[in-house]
């Protein structure tokens, strides 16, 4: 197992459309355990592999206390049920630092393959609700920051771009 880099906004790479998983095999359960290591050690509640520069369809998360009840979404595919109607105070492993009300269905169906390669269908609601809408949002190129106002948006990436250039 590996901790893998997560890329960071503004990273133009965070905006690349992942591509359906043909085959769930021991690749794609490798990456998957990795990505669970990135996100457990972070430590967050849910990553999409769009974050640490895999463009497959590919979600991991865990809204637990006790962080002992992982979920893998691949291919996920949500219908609306409602809203958008539920207010929710989001951060991002890939926005570190920032965390900013989004408004989205409160609501949502998930269709899904398991890290078996089976599919399930689920009813979130609540944290694991906004997760799912989140991850996908990543594996679509999508970032919260999205929702924000421009002027929020652009101080945001003045910060981080800040921070990186400390960095480096
Ligand atoms: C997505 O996010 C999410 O800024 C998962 O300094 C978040 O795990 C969905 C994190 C909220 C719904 C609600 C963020 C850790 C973790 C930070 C995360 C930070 C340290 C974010
Ligand atoms: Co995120």
Do not use: W
């Not at 965390?99 to 609540?126: C, H, I, N, W």
């Amino acid at each position: 197992m590996a901790i893998l880099e997560i890329l960071e906004f503004p990273d133009p790479k965070l905006r690349t459309i992942a591509k359906p998983v043909v085959q769930v095999d021991d690749t794609i359960r490798a990456i998957i355990d990795d990505m669970f290591e990135t996100m457990y050690t972070a430590p967050g509640i849910g990553l999409a592999a769009t974050q640490v520069d895999i463009h497959q369809q590919i979600i991991v998360m865990d809204v637990s206390e006790d962080n002992n009840e992982p979920l893998v979404f691949i291919n996920p595919e949500i219908t609306v049920l409602d809203g958008p109607d539920h207010d929710y105070d989001e951060g991002c492993l890939s926005v570190p630092g920032f965390f900013e009300t989004v408004t989205r269905p409160g609501q949502v169906s998930v269709k899904a393959l398991d890290r078996d390669g089976k599919s399930f269908e689920m009813q979130p609601t609540e944290l694991l609700a906004v997760c799912i809408q989140h991850e996908v949002d990543h594996l679509n190129g999508k970032l919260f920051v999205d929702y924000l106002s421009t002027l929020k948006r652009s101080r945001i990436r003045s910060k981080l771009e800040k921070l990186h250039k400390q960095k480096d």
